[in-house]
Protein backbone atom coordinates (compact mmCIF):
# COMPACT_ATOMS: atom_id res chain seq x y z
CA UNK A 1 0.00 0.00 0.00
CA UNK A 2 1.62 3.62 -1.04
CA UNK A 3 0.81 6.18 1.51
CA UNK A 4 1.10 9.44 2.08
CA UNK A 5 1.02 10.95 5.62
CA UNK A 6 1.45 14.04 7.35
CA UNK A 7 3.34 13.48 10.08
CA UNK A 8 6.39 11.26 8.60
CA UNK A 9 6.14 13.36 4.94
CA UNK A 10 8.39 12.75 2.91
CA UNK A 11 9.66 9.32 3.97
CA UNK A 12 6.58 7.83 2.16
CA UNK A 13 7.79 8.54 -0.87
CA UNK A 14 11.04 5.96 -0.91
CA UNK A 15 9.20 3.15 0.78
CA UNK A 16 5.89 1.63 1.25
CA UNK A 17 4.37 2.42 4.58
CA UNK A 18 2.07 0.38 7.29
CA UNK A 19 0.48 2.01 9.48
CA UNK A 20 -0.75 -0.54 12.97
CA UNK A 21 -2.78 0.00 15.97
CA UNK A 22 -3.52 -2.32 18.30
CA UNK A 23 -5.67 -2.90 21.36
CA UNK A 24 -2.53 -2.80 22.81
CA UNK A 25 1.15 -2.34 21.67
CA UNK A 26 4.09 -3.28 23.50
CA UNK A 27 7.34 -1.85 22.02
CA UNK A 28 9.96 -4.15 23.72
CA UNK A 29 10.13 -2.16 27.22
CA UNK A 30 6.69 -0.95 28.05
CA UNK A 31 3.00 -0.48 26.80
CA UNK A 32 2.46 2.27 24.29
CA UNK A 33 -0.44 4.63 25.63
CA UNK A 34 -3.33 3.57 23.45
CA UNK A 35 -4.01 5.71 20.50
CA UNK A 36 -0.01 5.11 19.32
CA UNK A 37 0.37 3.87 16.09
CA UNK A 38 3.53 1.43 14.35
CA UNK A 39 4.68 2.61 11.30
CA UNK A 40 7.09 -0.03 9.21
CA UNK A 41 7.87 -0.16 5.31
CA UNK A 42 7.24 -2.84 4.23
CA UNK A 43 10.81 -4.04 4.38
CA UNK A 44 10.05 -4.64 8.24
CA UNK A 45 11.89 -1.54 8.86
CA UNK A 46 10.18 0.10 12.24
CA UNK A 47 9.81 3.80 10.61
CA UNK A 48 8.02 5.45 13.58
CA UNK A 49 5.93 5.36 16.55
CA UNK A 50 3.34 8.19 16.05
CA UNK A 51 0.78 9.50 18.65
CA UNK A 52 -3.03 10.11 17.34
CA UNK A 53 -2.52 8.99 13.76
CA UNK A 54 -5.95 9.03 12.18
CA UNK A 55 -5.02 8.98 8.13
CA UNK A 56 -7.28 5.94 6.67
CA UNK A 57 -4.73 3.47 6.03
CA UNK A 58 -4.14 2.83 10.08
CA UNK A 59 -4.99 -1.00 10.19
CA UNK A 60 -6.40 -1.86 13.91
CA UNK A 61 -5.57 -5.45 15.16
CA UNK A 62 -6.94 -7.15 17.93
CA UNK A 63 -4.82 -8.23 21.12
CA UNK A 64 -1.52 -7.35 21.39
CA UNK A 65 1.09 -6.16 19.14
CA UNK A 66 5.01 -7.09 19.94
CA UNK A 67 8.01 -7.75 19.00
CA UNK A 68 9.69 -11.07 17.57
CA UNK A 69 10.88 -13.19 20.55
CA UNK A 70 14.69 -14.20 21.65
CA UNK A 71 14.47 -17.54 22.61
CA UNK A 72 18.28 -17.28 24.70
CA UNK A 73 18.80 -20.72 25.27
CA UNK A 74 17.94 -24.02 22.95
CA UNK A 75 19.60 -27.06 22.00
CA UNK A 76 17.89 -27.71 18.32
CA UNK A 77 19.88 -30.41 17.93
CA UNK A 78 18.44 -32.72 20.88
CA UNK A 79 14.72 -32.03 18.94
CA UNK A 80 14.33 -35.80 18.15
CA UNK A 81 14.03 -36.26 21.80
CA UNK A 82 10.83 -34.86 22.81
CA UNK A 83 8.59 -36.74 24.69
CA UNK A 84 11.51 -39.83 25.29
CA UNK A 85 12.47 -38.35 28.50
CA UNK A 86 11.23 -39.18 31.96
CA UNK A 87 9.69 -36.23 33.76
CA UNK A 88 10.60 -35.02 37.51
CA UNK A 89 13.57 -37.63 37.76
CA UNK A 90 15.86 -34.66 38.45
CA UNK A 91 18.87 -33.89 36.42
CA UNK A 92 21.20 -36.37 37.05
CA UNK A 93 18.77 -39.21 35.82
CA UNK A 94 17.96 -36.75 33.07
CA UNK A 95 21.70 -36.80 31.72
CA UNK A 96 21.45 -40.74 31.88
CA UNK A 97 18.43 -40.26 29.45
CA UNK A 98 19.58 -37.53 27.19
CA UNK A 99 22.90 -39.75 26.98
CA UNK A 100 21.23 -43.02 26.20
CA UNK A 101 18.97 -41.65 23.83
CA UNK A 102 20.80 -39.44 21.57
CA UNK A 103 22.80 -41.62 19.75
CA UNK A 104 19.71 -44.24 19.14
CA UNK A 105 17.85 -41.83 15.71
CA UNK A 106 18.96 -42.02 12.34
CA UNK A 107 20.25 -38.92 10.65
CA UNK A 108 17.15 -38.61 8.53
CA UNK A 109 14.90 -38.41 12.14
CA UNK A 110 17.43 -35.39 13.84
CA UNK A 111 17.16 -33.43 10.19
CA UNK A 112 13.48 -33.28 10.27
CA UNK A 113 12.87 -33.04 13.96
CA UNK A 114 14.99 -29.66 13.87
CA UNK A 115 13.49 -28.68 10.63
CA UNK A 116 10.05 -28.95 12.60
CA UNK A 117 11.23 -27.51 15.97
CA UNK A 118 13.15 -24.50 13.73
CA UNK A 119 9.19 -24.70 12.34
CA UNK A 120 7.90 -24.26 15.56
CA UNK A 121 9.53 -21.20 17.34
CA UNK A 122 9.18 -19.37 14.49
CA UNK A 123 5.07 -20.17 14.32
CA UNK A 124 5.61 -19.14 18.31
CA UNK A 125 6.96 -15.62 17.16
CA UNK A 126 10.23 -16.01 17.81
CA UNK A 127 13.06 -14.68 15.74
CA UNK A 128 16.23 -15.34 17.31
CA UNK A 129 17.98 -17.91 19.47
CA UNK A 130 20.99 -18.66 21.75
CA UNK A 131 21.35 -22.21 20.38
CA UNK A 132 23.54 -25.14 22.33
CA UNK A 133 25.33 -27.44 19.94
CA UNK A 134 27.95 -30.24 20.35
CA UNK A 135 27.39 -31.00 16.93
CA UNK A 136 27.30 -30.06 13.28
CA UNK A 137 23.41 -31.38 13.02
CA UNK A 138 21.79 -28.02 13.02
CA UNK A 139 24.02 -26.33 9.95
CA UNK A 140 22.34 -27.49 7.15
CA UNK A 141 18.96 -25.92 8.64
CA UNK A 142 20.95 -22.85 10.05
CA UNK A 143 21.78 -22.26 6.57
CA UNK A 144 18.70 -21.43 6.07
CA UNK A 145 18.65 -18.54 8.10
CA UNK A 146 15.39 -18.45 8.57
CA UNK A 147 15.91 -17.67 12.30
CA UNK A 148 18.89 -15.66 13.53
CA UNK A 149 21.06 -17.62 15.68
CA UNK A 150 24.17 -17.32 18.17
CA UNK A 151 25.40 -20.55 18.59
CA UNK A 152 27.00 -21.82 21.47
CA UNK A 153 29.51 -24.65 20.88
CA UNK A 154 29.44 -26.50 24.36
CA UNK A 155 32.50 -27.90 25.55
CA UNK A 156 32.55 -31.10 27.86
CA UNK A 157 35.48 -33.09 29.67
CA UNK A 158 35.68 -34.24 32.65
CA UNK A 159 39.34 -34.99 32.82
CA UNK A 160 42.10 -32.98 32.41
CA UNK A 161 43.95 -35.87 29.83
CA UNK A 162 41.55 -35.41 27.32
CA UNK A 163 41.08 -31.22 28.32
CA UNK A 164 43.12 -30.52 24.79
CA UNK A 165 41.36 -33.10 22.52
CA UNK A 166 37.89 -32.19 23.56
CA UNK A 167 38.56 -28.50 23.29
CA UNK A 168 40.14 -28.16 19.98
CA UNK A 169 37.09 -30.74 18.32
CA UNK A 170 34.81 -27.87 19.81
CA UNK A 171 36.85 -24.90 18.67
CA UNK A 172 36.65 -26.25 15.03
CA UNK A 173 32.99 -26.91 15.05
CA UNK A 174 32.98 -22.88 16.01
CA UNK A 175 34.42 -22.01 13.24
CA UNK A 176 32.01 -24.15 10.97
CA UNK A 177 29.05 -22.11 12.76
CA UNK A 178 31.14 -18.97 12.41
CA UNK A 179 30.64 -19.05 8.78
CA UNK A 180 27.06 -18.55 9.21
CA UNK A 181 26.28 -15.93 12.21
CA UNK A 182 28.00 -15.96 15.86
CA UNK A 183 29.56 -18.77 17.59
CA UNK A 184 31.66 -19.28 20.45
CA UNK A 185 33.24 -22.22 22.72
CA UNK A 186 31.54 -22.29 25.89
CA UNK A 187 31.09 -25.10 28.68
CA UNK A 188 28.62 -26.58 29.28
CA UNK A 189 28.28 -26.86 33.16
CA UNK A 190 30.50 -26.85 36.00
CA UNK A 191 30.31 -30.25 37.04
CA UNK A 192 31.54 -30.93 33.19
CA UNK A 193 34.03 -29.81 33.13
CA UNK A 194 37.91 -30.42 34.45
CA UNK A 195 40.44 -27.62 35.38
CA UNK A 196 42.01 -27.58 32.27
CA UNK A 197 38.88 -27.71 29.56
CA UNK A 198 37.88 -24.57 32.11
CA UNK A 199 40.92 -22.71 31.29
CA UNK A 200 41.11 -23.54 27.77
CA UNK A 201 37.34 -22.21 27.36
CA UNK A 202 38.25 -18.82 29.05
CA UNK A 203 41.30 -18.24 27.01
CA UNK A 204 39.58 -17.71 23.91
CA UNK A 205 36.48 -16.04 25.90
CA UNK A 206 37.50 -12.48 25.49
CA UNK A 207 35.35 -10.42 23.87
CA UNK A 208 32.84 -13.08 23.30
CA UNK A 209 29.48 -14.03 24.69
CA UNK A 210 29.45 -16.92 26.46
CA UNK A 211 27.36 -19.29 28.05
CA UNK A 212 26.73 -22.04 30.85
CA UNK A 213 24.12 -23.98 32.85
CA UNK A 214 24.67 -22.65 36.32
CA UNK A 215 23.05 -24.03 39.95
CA UNK A 216 20.07 -26.39 38.15
CA UNK A 217 19.82 -28.38 41.25
CA UNK A 218 20.91 -28.64 44.48
CA UNK A 219 22.86 -31.86 43.74
CA UNK A 220 25.21 -29.47 42.35
CA UNK A 221 25.66 -27.46 44.52
CA UNK A 222 26.21 -30.26 46.95
CA UNK A 223 28.86 -31.78 44.41
CA UNK A 224 31.26 -28.39 44.75
CA UNK A 225 30.55 -27.98 48.97
CA UNK A 226 31.38 -31.69 49.61
CA UNK A 227 32.71 -33.76 47.06
CA UNK A 228 29.29 -35.83 47.84
CA UNK A 229 25.99 -36.84 46.67
CA UNK A 230 23.94 -37.85 42.91
CA UNK A 231 26.16 -36.42 40.75
CA UNK A 232 29.00 -38.81 41.35
CA UNK A 233 26.59 -41.32 40.57
CA UNK A 234 26.48 -39.66 37.28
CA UNK A 235 30.68 -39.71 36.95
CA UNK A 236 30.51 -43.59 37.69
CA UNK A 237 27.90 -44.73 35.09
CA UNK A 238 30.14 -42.30 32.09
CA UNK A 239 33.62 -42.96 33.31
CA UNK A 240 33.20 -45.85 36.30
CA UNK A 241 35.08 -43.72 38.21
CA UNK A 242 34.84 -40.57 40.47
CA UNK A 243 38.18 -40.25 41.94
CA UNK A 244 39.29 -37.61 39.26
CA UNK A 245 36.45 -34.55 41.39
CA UNK A 246 37.58 -32.44 44.13
CA UNK A 247 35.19 -31.01 46.31
CA UNK A 248 36.09 -27.16 46.88
CA UNK A 249 34.03 -26.45 49.62
CA UNK A 250 31.84 -23.42 48.11
CA UNK A 251 29.26 -23.87 45.87
CA UNK A 252 29.26 -25.01 42.46
CA UNK A 253 28.94 -20.61 41.11
CA UNK A 254 30.92 -19.29 43.81
CA UNK A 255 33.53 -22.31 42.86
CA UNK A 256 33.95 -21.76 38.95
CA UNK A 257 32.57 -18.08 38.55
CA UNK A 258 36.07 -16.36 39.66
CA UNK A 259 38.04 -18.56 36.92
CA UNK A 260 36.25 -17.31 34.29
CA UNK A 261 37.85 -14.21 34.14
CA UNK A 262 37.73 -13.54 30.28
CA UNK A 263 34.07 -14.33 30.15
CA UNK A 264 33.09 -10.69 30.40
CA UNK A 265 29.25 -11.23 28.96
CA UNK A 266 27.79 -14.11 30.28
CA UNK A 267 24.65 -15.95 29.83
CA UNK A 268 24.09 -17.77 33.61
CA UNK A 269 20.97 -20.31 32.26
CA UNK A 270 18.48 -21.73 34.85
CA UNK A 271 19.87 -20.73 38.34
CA UNK A 272 16.90 -22.72 39.92
CA UNK A 273 18.78 -22.90 42.80
CA UNK A 274 21.23 -19.56 43.10
CA UNK A 275 20.92 -17.69 46.27
CA UNK A 276 20.28 -13.95 47.30
CA UNK A 277 24.40 -14.68 48.33
CA UNK A 278 25.79 -16.23 44.98
CA UNK A 279 24.04 -13.46 43.16
CA UNK A 280 25.33 -10.62 45.10
CA UNK A 281 29.35 -12.63 44.53
CA UNK A 282 28.19 -12.88 41.13
CA UNK A 283 27.36 -9.12 40.39
CA UNK A 284 30.65 -8.31 42.33
CA UNK A 285 32.99 -9.75 40.06
CA UNK A 286 31.87 -6.79 37.19
CA UNK A 287 31.05 -8.68 34.58
CA UNK A 288 28.49 -8.06 32.16
CA UNK A 289 25.96 -11.07 33.34
CA UNK A 290 22.64 -12.10 31.98
CA UNK A 291 20.35 -14.07 33.79
CA UNK A 292 18.64 -16.79 31.71
CA UNK A 293 15.40 -18.47 33.18
CA UNK A 294 13.63 -21.78 31.62
CA UNK A 295 10.98 -22.15 33.80
CA UNK A 296 8.86 -25.18 31.97
CA UNK A 297 12.21 -27.54 31.60
CA UNK A 298 12.90 -27.06 35.41
CA UNK A 299 9.64 -28.08 36.02
CA UNK A 300 10.00 -30.84 33.41
CA UNK A 301 13.42 -31.93 35.26
CA UNK A 302 13.08 -31.02 38.55
CA UNK A 303 9.89 -29.61 39.58
CA UNK A 304 10.89 -26.40 41.01
CA UNK A 305 11.33 -23.10 39.90
CA UNK A 306 14.26 -20.41 40.79
CA UNK A 307 13.05 -17.98 43.25
CA UNK A 308 12.47 -15.32 41.12
CA UNK A 309 10.86 -12.44 42.80
CA UNK A 310 14.19 -12.89 44.46
CA UNK A 311 16.43 -12.42 41.30
CA UNK A 312 14.42 -9.24 40.30
CA UNK A 313 14.84 -7.58 44.13
CA UNK A 314 18.63 -8.44 43.46
CA UNK A 315 19.17 -6.44 40.13
CA UNK A 316 19.67 -9.57 37.83
CA UNK A 317 19.04 -8.91 34.27
CA UNK A 318 16.47 -11.45 33.25
CA UNK A 319 15.71 -13.56 29.67
CA UNK A 320 13.98 -16.36 28.44
CA UNK A 321 14.75 -19.49 26.85
CA UNK A 322 13.11 -22.57 25.83
CA UNK A 323 15.89 -25.18 26.90
CA UNK A 324 15.62 -28.46 24.51
CA UNK A 325 12.52 -30.72 23.03
CA UNK A 326 13.83 -33.01 25.17
CA UNK A 327 13.16 -31.21 28.58
CA UNK A 328 10.15 -29.17 28.07
CA UNK A 329 6.75 -30.14 25.69
CA UNK A 330 7.27 -27.02 22.94
CA UNK A 331 8.93 -24.19 22.26
CA UNK A 332 7.46 -21.34 22.86
CA UNK A 333 8.87 -18.32 25.47
CA UNK A 334 5.09 -16.83 25.35
CA UNK A 335 4.52 -20.51 26.93
CA UNK A 336 7.23 -19.90 29.38
CA UNK A 337 5.89 -16.38 30.85
CA UNK A 338 2.39 -18.20 30.99
CA UNK A 339 4.15 -20.35 33.50
CA UNK A 340 5.86 -17.79 35.35
CA UNK A 341 2.39 -15.95 35.36
CA UNK A 342 0.66 -18.97 37.33
CA UNK A 343 3.45 -19.20 39.35
CA UNK A 344 4.15 -15.79 40.41
CA UNK A 345 1.23 -13.78 39.70
CA UNK A 346 2.76 -10.99 41.10
CA UNK A 347 5.17 -10.46 38.28
CA UNK A 348 3.61 -7.57 35.76
CA UNK A 349 3.35 -9.25 32.38
CA UNK A 350 5.55 -5.99 30.92
CA UNK A 351 8.41 -7.08 32.75
CA UNK A 352 8.18 -10.53 31.63
CA UNK A 353 7.40 -9.36 28.29
CA UNK A 354 10.60 -7.19 28.65
CA UNK A 355 12.85 -10.45 29.25
CA UNK A 356 11.36 -11.80 26.13
CA UNK A 357 12.38 -9.07 23.71
CA UNK A 358 14.71 -6.83 24.74
CA UNK A 359 16.63 -8.15 27.35
CA UNK A 360 17.07 -11.69 25.18
CA UNK A 361 18.33 -9.54 22.28
CA UNK A 362 21.06 -7.79 24.34
CA UNK A 363 22.34 -10.54 26.11
CA UNK A 364 22.51 -12.10 22.05
CA UNK A 365 24.34 -8.91 21.04
CA UNK A 366 21.20 -8.20 18.85
CA UNK A 367 19.80 -5.53 20.52
CA UNK A 368 20.70 -2.93 17.50
CA UNK A 369 18.30 -4.51 15.20
CA UNK A 370 16.14 -6.48 16.84
CA UNK A 371 14.09 -6.76 20.04
CA UNK A 372 12.13 -3.61 19.90
CA UNK A 373 10.17 -1.21 18.29
CA UNK A 374 12.84 1.56 17.47
CA UNK A 375 13.41 3.53 14.28
CA UNK A 376 16.06 1.73 12.49
CA UNK A 377 15.17 -1.67 14.17
CA UNK A 378 13.81 -4.88 12.19
CA UNK A 379 12.52 -6.80 15.01
CA UNK A 380 10.05 -8.74 13.47
CA UNK A 381 6.25 -8.44 14.48
CA UNK A 382 4.08 -10.88 16.63
CA UNK A 383 0.24 -10.43 16.99
CA UNK A 384 -1.34 -12.19 20.54
CA UNK A 385 -4.86 -12.11 18.98
CA UNK A 386 -6.58 -13.01 22.44
CA UNK A 387 -5.01 -10.78 24.59
CA UNK A 388 -7.60 -8.84 26.56
CA UNK A 389 -5.51 -6.98 29.09
CA UNK A 390 -2.31 -5.70 29.83
CA UNK A 391 -1.98 -7.77 32.57
CA UNK A 392 -2.08 -11.39 31.87
CA UNK A 393 -1.79 -13.57 28.58
CA UNK A 394 -4.74 -15.61 28.40
CA UNK A 395 -4.62 -19.94 28.26
CA UNK A 396 -5.10 -20.43 24.89
CA UNK A 397 -2.51 -18.50 22.41
CA UNK A 398 -3.68 -17.27 19.27
CA UNK A 399 -0.60 -15.98 17.46
CA UNK A 400 -0.30 -14.54 14.30
CA UNK A 401 3.49 -13.27 12.79
CA UNK A 402 3.71 -10.87 10.56
CA UNK A 403 6.14 -10.29 8.26
ZN1 LIG B 1 20.23 -26.36 28.29
Not at 46 to 55: P, S, Y
Not at 320 to 336: C, F, W
Not at 358 to 373: C, H, I
Request: hydrophobic content about 40%; overall charge negative; aromatic content about 8%.
Amino acid sequence: MYVQSHSIGWLCYFYIMQFYSADFIFDGHTFLPDGNVLVMSDNGMVEAILQNETNDSVKHLQGMLMPGMINTHCHLELSHLKGMIPEHTGLVDFLLSVNRGRHTFTPEQIDVAILQAEQQMIQNGIVAVGDISNSNHTLIQKQKRQLQYHTFVECVGLLDTNAQQRFEYSLNLCHEFEKLHPASVVLHAPYSASDTLIRLVNEVSANKRTTIHNQECEDENELFLSGEGNFLRLFNAILQDDSFFHASGKNSLQTYLPKLDQQEKLILVHNTVSSEEDIRMAHSLKKELYWCLCPNANLYIENRLPDIPMMMKNGCELMLGTDSLASNHELSILAEIQTIQEHFPAISLEEKLTWATSNGAKALGMDNTLGSFVKGKKPGMVQVENVVTRERLPGDLVIRCRP
